[in-house]
C-alpha cells in the first residue's frame, strides 16, 4: 500500500510517499513543491506537481491536511484553494482521499494531541525507516505525519 501524504501551503507544499506494505513504512520520496507563483499559475503549477507524483508512485491513497483554523483570512483563502486542487486531482485519478486536521495527526503519531511538532519528528524519525536522518522542513514532516496518519488509520476503516 502505498500513501501520498500532503501538506498544503501558499508557496510550497510540503509531500511524502510511504510504502506501507512492510511491517515499518518505508519513505519512498519526500519534499517540498515550490508553489510560490500568482494564480492562475500557481494552480497550475499545483496541478502538475500533484499529478506527476500520483503518476510517478501510483499510490493507493492520498492524505491531505486539513485546514483547521487560520487567524489570517488570506492565508487561509489561498491554502483553501491549494487544497482544493490537490483534491480535485487526486479525485480526477480516482484515488481514495483521507483529510485529517493537525490535531488528529499529533493524536495519531504520539497519542496526544498536544504534542508539539518535534515531538511528532521524533515518533516520525522512529517509526519510518528512511526518516532517521532526513534534513527536511516542518513542512515535509508534517506530510510524512500526515501519511503515517492514514496508515495508522487504515486499519480502523471498514472495508469499501
Given at each position: 500500500?502505498?500513501?501520498?501524504?500532503?501538506?498544503?501551503?501558499?508557496?510550497?507544499?510540503?509531500?511524502?510517499?510511504?510504502?506501507?506494505?512492510?511491517?515499518?513504512?518505508?519513505?519512498?520520496?519526500?519534499?517540498?513543491?515550490?508553489?510560490?507563483?500568482?494564480?492562475?499559475?500557481?494552480?497550475?503549477?499545483?496541478?502538475?506537481?500533484?499529478?506527476?507524483?500520483?503518476?510517478?508512485?501510483?499510490?493507493?491513497?492520498?492524505?491531505?491536511?486539513?485546514?483547521?483554523?487560520?487567524?489570517?483570512?488570506?492565508?487561509?483563502?489561498?491554502?483553501?484553494?491549494?487544497r482544493g486542487i490537490i483534491l480535485l486531482t487526486a479525485a480526477l485519478q480516482k484515488i481514495t482521499l483521507f483529510e485529517?486536521?493537525?490535531?488528529?495527526?499529533?493524536?495519531?503519531?504520539?497519542?496526544?494531541?498536544?504534542?508539539?511538532?518535534?515531538?511528532?519528528?521524533?515518533?516520525?524519525?522512529?517509526?519510518?525507516?528512511?526518516?532517521?536522518?532526513?534534513?527536511?522542513?516542518?513542512?515535509?514532516?508534517?506530510?510524512?505525519?500526515?501519511?503515517?496518519?492514514?496508515?495508522?488509520?487504515?486499519?480502523?476503516?471498514?472495508?469499501?
Open positions: 500500500m502505498i500513501i501520498l501524504g500532503i501538506d498544503p501551503g501558499t508557496t510550497s507544499i510540503g509531500f511524502a510517499v510511504l510504502d506501507c506494505g512492510a511491517k515499518k513504512p518505508v519513505l519512498l520520496d519526500a519534499g517540498l513543491l515550490d508553489t510560490a507563483l500568482r494564480p492562475p499559475e500557481r494552480f497550475l503549477r499545483t496541478h502538475d506537481a500533484i499529478r506527476t507524483l500520483i503518476s510517478r508512485w501510483e499510490p493507493t491513497s492520498v492524505a491531505v491536511e486539513k485546514l483547521f483554523f487560520e487567524k489570517n483570512k488570506k492565508t487561509a483563502m489561498a491554502v483553501s484553494e491549494t485529517y486536521t493537525p490535531l488528529e495527526v499529533k493524536k495519531a503519531v504520539t497519542g496526544h494531541g498536544s504534542a508539539d511538532k518535534m515531538q511528532v519528528e521524533k515518533i516520525v524519525r522512529i517509526s519510518i525507516s528512511g526518516a532517521e536522518s532526513l534534513k527536511a522542513r516542518d513542512d515535509v514532516f508534517d506530510a510524512i505525519a500526515i501519511a503515517f496518519t492514514s496508515h495508522l488509520l487504515e486499519r480502523f476503516r471498514p472495508e469499501q
